[in-house]
Nanobody, 123 residues
């Protein structure tokens, strides 16, 4: 049973950076694609960034050029570097493991989730 633990969330001023990390337990970390989602009250989870096993990346239009997803297979960790943060980036951020099937935007395509970490961007 894989466990994902996020860290690095917090309060930051608009324009500032924040770095989220996701530590994974279990085997075969390198054979999976990994993603970061975010969720605001009353809304579903939105795919922010995804990193495939071959290095292919996806970013939501709202974060392109500001966020960078990366992975360290040796450490079994996934990182989301967030720069130039905006107030609208405020959300709970979740790390997720992809099954590799279906639409990358479909949350049911992901079979493991972290507990979430709050990111709050202030003016």
């Amino acid at each position: 049973q894989v466990q994902l633990v996020e860290s690095g969330g917090g309060l930051v001023q608009a324009g500032g950076p924040l770095r989220l990390s996701c530590a994974a337990s279990g085997r075969a970390f390198s054979t999976y694609a990994w993603a970061w989602f975010r969720q605001t009250p009353g809304n579903g989870r939105e795919l922010v960034a995804r990193l495939g096993t071959g290095g292919f990346t996806y970013y939501a239009d709202s974060v392109k050029g500001r966020f960078t997803i990366s992975r360290d297979n040796a450490k079994k960790s996934v990182t989301l570097q967030m720069n130039s943060l905006k107030i609208e980036d405020t959300a709970i951020y979740y790390c997720a493991r992809s099954t590799g099937y279906g639409s990358i935007w479909d949350t049911q395509m992901y079979d493991a989730w972290g507990q979430g970490t709050q990111v709050t961007v202030s003016s």
